[in-house]
Protein backbone atom coordinates (compact mmCIF):
# COMPACT_ATOMS: atom_id res chain seq x y z
CA UNK A 1 0.00 0.00 0.00
CA UNK A 2 1.48 3.09 -1.33
CA UNK A 3 -0.95 5.62 0.55
CA UNK A 4 -0.13 9.09 -0.34
CA UNK A 5 3.39 9.59 -2.17
CA UNK A 6 5.36 13.58 -2.86
CA UNK A 7 7.34 13.83 -5.48
CA UNK A 8 10.59 15.18 -5.65
CA UNK A 9 11.65 14.58 -1.61
CA UNK A 10 13.79 17.30 -1.82
CA UNK A 11 14.48 20.30 -4.30
CA UNK A 12 16.61 23.67 -4.29
CA UNK A 13 15.46 26.60 -6.47
CA UNK A 14 16.45 29.70 -7.16
CA UNK A 15 14.42 33.04 -6.75
CA UNK A 16 11.74 33.47 -9.74
CA UNK A 17 12.34 29.64 -11.12
CA UNK A 18 8.87 27.90 -10.88
CA UNK A 19 8.23 24.19 -10.10
CA UNK A 20 5.26 21.89 -9.54
CA UNK A 21 5.06 19.53 -6.07
CA UNK A 22 2.88 16.46 -6.73
CA UNK A 23 0.52 14.70 -4.72
CA UNK A 24 -0.88 10.96 -5.42
CA UNK A 25 -2.78 8.84 -3.68
CA UNK A 26 -4.32 5.21 -4.13
CA UNK A 27 -7.03 4.93 -1.46
CA UNK A 28 -9.73 6.75 -3.36
CA UNK A 29 -9.83 9.50 -1.27
CA UNK A 30 -12.55 12.59 -1.99
CA UNK A 31 -10.60 15.40 0.33
CA UNK A 32 -7.04 16.60 -0.32
CA UNK A 33 -4.53 19.25 1.03
CA UNK A 34 -1.15 20.98 0.93
CA UNK A 35 0.44 22.06 4.13
CA UNK A 36 3.79 24.02 4.42
CA UNK A 37 5.33 23.56 8.14
CA UNK A 38 7.68 26.01 9.34
CA UNK A 39 9.73 26.07 13.01
CA UNK A 40 7.63 27.15 15.41
CA UNK A 41 4.30 27.64 13.24
CA UNK A 42 3.05 24.03 13.10
CA UNK A 43 1.45 23.13 9.64
CA UNK A 44 -0.35 25.79 7.77
CA UNK A 45 -3.02 25.02 5.38
CA UNK A 46 -2.27 26.63 1.96
CA UNK A 47 -4.93 24.73 -0.49
CA UNK A 48 -7.28 22.47 -0.61
CA UNK A 49 -9.82 19.89 -2.73
CA UNK A 50 -12.94 18.67 -1.76
CA UNK A 51 -13.16 16.38 -4.98
CA UNK A 52 -12.21 16.03 -8.71
CA UNK A 53 -11.96 19.68 -10.54
CA UNK A 54 -11.92 21.39 -7.21
CA UNK A 55 -10.11 23.64 -5.69
CA UNK A 56 -10.36 25.93 -2.15
CA UNK A 57 -8.16 28.17 -0.61
CA UNK A 58 -6.17 27.18 2.61
CA UNK A 59 -5.17 29.89 5.23
CA UNK A 60 -1.91 30.82 3.09
CA UNK A 61 -2.89 30.60 -0.79
CA UNK A 62 -0.71 33.00 -1.52
CA UNK A 63 2.02 32.71 -4.43
CA UNK A 64 0.46 29.06 -4.99
CA UNK A 65 -1.45 27.43 -7.76
CA UNK A 66 -3.39 24.17 -7.39
CA UNK A 67 -4.92 21.65 -9.72
CA UNK A 68 -7.07 18.27 -9.33
CA UNK A 69 -7.81 17.21 -12.60
CA UNK A 70 -8.21 13.44 -11.64
CA UNK A 71 -8.97 12.73 -8.22
CA UNK A 72 -6.06 10.73 -7.12
CA UNK A 73 -3.33 13.34 -7.78
CA UNK A 74 -3.64 17.11 -6.45
CA UNK A 75 -0.37 19.37 -7.72
CA UNK A 76 0.90 22.20 -6.37
CA UNK A 77 2.44 24.64 -7.81
CA UNK A 78 4.96 27.86 -7.54
CA UNK A 79 5.27 30.33 -10.67
CA UNK A 80 7.67 32.53 -9.36
CA UNK A 81 9.79 30.71 -6.11
CA UNK A 82 10.63 33.28 -3.34
CA UNK A 83 12.80 32.57 -0.46
CA UNK A 84 9.42 33.12 2.35
CA UNK A 85 8.67 29.65 0.20
CA UNK A 86 11.37 27.81 1.68
CA UNK A 87 9.80 24.88 3.84
CA UNK A 88 8.68 21.53 4.00
CA UNK A 89 5.30 20.44 2.37
CA UNK A 90 3.02 18.02 3.42
CA UNK A 91 -0.04 16.64 1.06
CA UNK A 92 -2.46 14.77 2.89
CA UNK A 93 -6.08 13.26 1.85
CA UNK A 94 -8.98 12.04 3.66
CA UNK A 95 -12.27 9.72 2.63
CA UNK A 96 -14.59 12.94 2.82
CA UNK A 97 -17.34 14.65 4.75
CA UNK A 98 -19.17 12.24 5.26
CA UNK A 99 -16.83 9.56 6.26
CA UNK A 100 -14.40 11.95 7.18
CA UNK A 101 -11.68 10.68 9.25
CA UNK A 102 -8.28 11.08 10.19
CA UNK A 103 -5.71 12.72 7.52
CA UNK A 104 -3.10 9.92 5.59
CA UNK A 105 0.14 12.50 4.93
CA UNK A 106 2.74 11.98 2.50
CA UNK A 107 6.38 12.14 3.42
CA UNK A 108 7.05 15.59 2.49
CA UNK A 109 8.57 17.90 0.01
CA UNK A 110 11.68 20.35 1.30
CA UNK A 111 12.04 23.00 -0.66
CA UNK A 112 14.62 25.50 -0.48
CA UNK A 113 14.52 28.84 -2.16
CA UNK A 114 17.95 30.47 -2.63
CA UNK B 1 -9.94 33.03 12.90
CA UNK B 2 -9.74 29.81 13.37
CA UNK B 3 -7.14 29.13 16.61
CA UNK B 4 -5.96 26.06 18.00
CA UNK B 5 -2.98 26.49 20.67
CA UNK B 6 -0.65 23.91 22.02
CA UNK B 7 1.45 24.15 25.35
CA UNK B 8 3.96 23.93 26.72
CA UNK B 9 5.68 24.41 23.19
CA UNK B 10 8.83 22.10 24.53
CA UNK B 11 9.06 19.91 27.23
CA UNK B 12 12.05 17.67 28.72
CA UNK B 13 11.66 15.10 31.00
CA UNK B 14 13.45 11.60 32.07
CA UNK B 15 12.05 8.31 31.12
CA UNK B 16 9.85 6.85 33.26
CA UNK B 17 8.51 10.38 33.74
CA UNK B 18 4.56 11.10 32.82
CA UNK B 19 3.82 13.74 30.83
CA UNK B 20 0.36 15.73 30.21
CA UNK B 21 0.72 17.75 26.67
CA UNK B 22 -2.66 20.43 26.74
CA UNK B 23 -4.00 22.16 23.49
CA UNK B 24 -7.04 24.55 23.56
CA UNK B 25 -9.12 25.94 20.43
CA UNK B 26 -11.29 28.48 19.36
CA UNK B 27 -12.97 27.53 16.06
CA UNK B 28 -16.59 27.95 14.61
CA UNK B 29 -18.60 24.94 13.89
CA UNK B 30 -16.03 22.05 15.45
CA UNK B 31 -16.25 18.28 14.81
CA UNK B 32 -13.53 16.67 15.94
CA UNK B 33 -10.11 17.82 17.87
CA UNK B 34 -7.08 14.91 16.64
CA UNK B 35 -3.75 14.43 17.94
CA UNK B 36 -0.51 13.99 15.45
CA UNK B 37 2.81 12.37 16.40
CA UNK B 38 5.45 13.57 14.27
CA UNK B 39 9.02 11.92 14.44
CA UNK B 40 11.47 12.74 10.93
CA UNK B 41 8.71 12.82 8.38
CA UNK B 42 5.13 12.48 8.03
CA UNK B 43 2.65 13.13 11.18
CA UNK B 44 1.39 10.28 12.23
CA UNK B 45 -2.65 9.74 13.91
CA UNK B 46 -2.67 9.06 17.75
CA UNK B 47 -6.77 9.81 18.36
CA UNK B 48 -9.84 11.50 17.26
CA UNK B 49 -11.93 12.60 19.78
CA UNK B 50 -15.52 13.96 18.68
CA UNK B 51 -17.20 13.81 22.49
CA UNK B 52 -16.59 15.59 25.46
CA UNK B 53 -15.74 13.58 28.68
CA UNK B 54 -14.65 10.35 26.88
CA UNK B 55 -11.39 9.07 27.52
CA UNK B 56 -9.47 7.15 24.43
CA UNK B 57 -6.60 5.21 25.48
CA UNK B 58 -3.61 3.49 23.68
CA UNK B 59 -1.21 1.82 25.58
CA UNK B 60 1.06 4.26 27.57
CA UNK B 61 -0.96 7.16 25.88
CA UNK B 62 -4.64 8.62 26.31
CA UNK B 63 -6.69 11.67 25.68
CA UNK B 64 -9.64 13.57 26.63
CA UNK B 65 -11.43 16.25 25.60
CA UNK B 66 -13.93 18.80 26.90
CA UNK B 67 -15.73 21.02 24.71
CA UNK B 68 -17.23 23.01 27.42
CA UNK B 69 -14.27 24.72 28.10
CA UNK B 70 -12.98 23.73 24.77
CA UNK B 71 -9.66 22.27 25.35
CA UNK B 72 -8.03 18.34 25.17
CA UNK B 73 -5.14 16.62 26.72
CA UNK B 74 -2.50 13.59 25.87
CA UNK B 75 -0.87 12.19 28.84
CA UNK B 76 1.49 9.60 28.10
CA UNK B 77 2.83 7.44 31.68
CA UNK B 78 5.62 5.72 31.70
CA UNK B 79 7.72 7.86 28.92
CA UNK B 80 10.41 5.97 26.69
CA UNK B 81 12.61 7.46 23.89
CA UNK B 82 10.58 6.41 21.66
CA UNK B 83 7.92 9.20 22.74
CA UNK B 84 10.51 11.77 21.65
CA UNK B 85 8.84 13.78 19.07
CA UNK B 86 6.38 16.57 17.89
CA UNK B 87 2.92 15.79 19.05
CA UNK B 88 0.54 18.38 17.19
CA UNK B 89 -3.53 19.13 18.28
CA UNK B 90 -5.57 19.60 15.25
CA UNK B 91 -9.57 20.80 14.97
CA UNK B 92 -11.40 19.67 12.48
CA UNK B 93 -14.18 22.43 11.13
CA UNK B 94 -16.67 21.95 9.08
CA UNK B 95 -18.09 24.01 6.70
CA UNK B 96 -20.69 22.35 4.84
CA UNK B 97 -18.51 20.19 2.86
CA UNK B 98 -15.28 22.30 3.47
CA UNK B 99 -13.91 20.38 6.22
CA UNK B 100 -10.33 21.17 6.97
CA UNK B 101 -7.94 20.60 9.60
CA UNK B 102 -6.42 23.57 11.64
CA UNK B 103 -3.17 22.63 13.78
CA UNK B 104 -1.69 24.11 16.57
CA UNK B 105 2.24 24.65 16.65
CA UNK B 106 2.84 21.20 18.47
CA UNK B 107 4.89 20.54 21.43
CA UNK B 108 8.26 18.97 21.60
CA UNK B 109 8.75 16.59 23.70
CA UNK B 110 12.32 15.08 24.65
CA UNK B 111 13.01 11.99 26.59
CA UNK B 112 15.93 11.79 28.50
CA UNK B 113 17.60 8.36 29.24
Known amino acids: NAGVTQTPKFRVLKTGQSMTLLCAQD?????MYWYRQDPGMGLRLIHY???????AKGEVPDGYNVSRLKKQNFLLGLESAAPSQTSVYFC?????????????FGNGTRLTVT | EDKVVQSPLSLVVHEGDTVTLNCSYE??????LLWYKQEKKAPTFLFML????IEKKSGRLSSILDKKELFSILNITATQTGDSAVYLC?????????????FGTGTRLTIIP
Open chain 1, 92 to 104: ASTRGAEFWGPLH
Open chain 1, 27 to 31: MNHEY
Open chain 1, 49 to 55: SVGEGTT
Open chain 2, 27 to 32: VTNFRS
Open chain 2, 50 to 53: TSSG
Open chain 2, 90 to 102: AVEVSNFGNEKLT
